[in-house]
């Protein structure tokens, strides 16, 4: 049996779109495509490291490296615009064969997440957003701060405060960890590119309009911690009014890191969140 504490052992690359793309794909059963965040140093492992092999004992969970990120290097000449990200995505669907699949997209990927449930709602049978960017807000400090990282230890740090409501799960141990990520080869220069001041532009480029969202048809779950000092709580209250068939929960002493300090309920919630869609697909229709 695989260790999927082990980050090798569900890695993989493969071309997506002329993209050379590396991503997470463990597991059996119904697909699960996990978008990760945009902090620096980031990457699907660094981001769901701690749900992913839960999640595949039950389902076949895809966690790619988004374009600019990980181990996706940006491709000469690539501009980082949303389409971009979105059509990177498709098109890691399509090389998988996968045509329909559970959406869970944590921030920035929320916002990706989103954009593909408008563009292609055939594509997403559940829609999960967590800490989710995508709707119209103003520019929040941490946020700026993410967006703005100049790489250092001490910088890292401090924005592993600004994620954690909980501080002991930030070390020193972590912020070079991280901080070693966001200084890799190209990765920094590319991060730079992604969201240059004025930083407001960005949020609102990546929002999606009250109008599409009255029109998602899927079942949403919409999540947020209480304490979030990156994106609003806001956010996830006017997504839950706004998507037609959306639920919310909200994690108390919880901050931007809902999949990390409540990793556990985080996967319960979700997954039997799935799981339902999975039992309703396959009950006899009447």
């Known amino acids: 049996m695989l260790d ?24 059996d059963g119904a697909p699960l495509l996990l ?42 000449g690539h501009d980082f615009v949303l389409s971009g990200w979105v059509d990177h995505v498709v098109a890691v669907l399509d090389t998988l064969d996968l045509d329909r699949v559970a959406v869970v997209g944590n921030s920035f990927g929320g916002a990706v997440a989103l954009h593909l449930a408008a563009r292609y709602p ?8 967590m800490g989710s960017v995508g709707v119209p807000f ?38 070079e960890l991280r901080y070693r990520a966001s200084i ?5 220069e590319s991060y730079a590119a992604m969201f240059p001041a004025p930083r407001q532009h960005w949020i609102d480029s990546l929002a999606v309009s009250d109008d599409v969202l009255h029109t998602l048809p899927m079942q949403t ?11 609003p709580l806001d956010n996830s209250l006017h997504l839950a009014r706004a998507i037609p068939h959306a639920q919310l929960h909200v994690f108390g002493h919880c901050g931007h890191w809902v999949q990390i300090e409540h990793a556990d309920r ?19 229709r009447r």
């Not at 595949?56 to 600019?68: E, F, I």
């Not at 055939?122 to 957003?129: G, I, T």
């Not at 890799?184 to 920094?188: A, E, P, R, W």
């Open 221 to 231: 779950l919409v999540i947020h911690g209480r304490e979030d000092q990156v994106i």
């Open 184 to 188: 890799d080869d190209g990765v920094q």
């Open 122 to 129: 055939e594509r997403v049978d559940r829609l999960v957003l």
């Open 266 to 284: 985080f996967v319960r919630l979700v997954r039997d969140f799935i799981a339902e869609g999975v039992a309703q697909a396959r009950a006899p």
């Open 35 to 76: 978008l990760h965040g945009s902090g620096p140093g980031v990457s699907a492992w660094a981001n769901w490291r701690l749900n992913l092999p839960a999640f595949a004992q039950t389902l076949r969970v895809v966690a790619p490296d988004l374009v600019g990120f990980g181990g996706t290097r940006r491709p000469p």
């Open 138 to 175: 103003r520019l929040t400090p941490g946020l700026d701060a993410v967006w703005g990282y100049e790489p250092s230890v001490q910088a890292m740090r401090e924005l592993l405060d600004v994620f954690a409501y909980d501080r002991s799960l930030v070390n020193d141990e972590l912020a």
């Open 4 to 27: 999927l504490s082990d980050p090798a052992a569900s890695s993989r690359t493969l071309d997506a779109g002329g993209i050379r793309t590396h991503l997470h794909d463990a597991g």
